[in-house]
């Protein structure tokens, strides 16, 4: 299983840049890029630059995160995304990143599952139109909030299914799945072909609905159930990267370094029990 780096584990003391370099020296082997920080990036280098990076070192890109609340928008909205996608997929074809994470809406008002089960599969069509010539992927990431439109892996996993693309597929995200109580079931009934990003962290223990982002831990100093999560994967044949998200304030005031340090160490310390080598499973 590969390691990778999630960007936003260093959202406010670090940027491209400065990520890209690091993650390098401490051996990552994979790093997901978001938009913001690729925007601030390219206002003092270009893509080449990108490129050229990724040309000359171990390191690769792996996800772009992410294009938020992307069901039920206005007409305006919609554009903005469907911009964003097209960036995306260009720079991704430039630096051969060929995936992009996409996020449901929150406090959308009074929509049955099925409504709004139809409204993204809706939406997913035409972004999967977009990106398909690009040979980008598009992972919809659901979030373990009450108040998100999509907030558990089985719905996600069954609004995957039905938007039915090649190019559409999942992120399971350990935290998300834990804060809402996601099923275990579920997970052990899915394709591991379908779970295109798989993030890992841990939490403070905190009831169903009342976690949020900002308690986010490292792996293995906080309440989720990890193990169980990483043998229903192993058993499903999944085994192809994992990587570390957090968002938690505590760690933006320290080190840049430091931090992405800590995550590497974290991250293996969990994962390397369950997958010992970098090899996919199955
Ligand atoms: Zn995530």
Redesign the pocket.
Known sequence: MKIAF?E?TTLKNSNLKLDLELCEKYGYDCIEIRLDKLKEYLLDHTAEDLQSFFASSRLKPYAF??LEYINFRDEAGLRQIKEDLIFLCETGRQIGCSTT?VVPSFDVGNYTRKQIQDETVRVLHELSDIARPYGMKLAL?F?GYPNCSINTFGQAYETVLAANRDNVGI?L?C??FHAMNSRLEDLKSADADKIF?F?I?DCEDLPPGALRDHHRLWPGDGAVNLDAILDALKEIGYGEMV?V?LFRPAYWDEDAAKVIQTGKIKTEQVVRKHFPSKQPAG
Do not use: L, P
């Open positions: 999630n936003a995160n992410a994470i990431e979030v992120v995200d935290f998300h990003v993030h962290d990587s998200e």
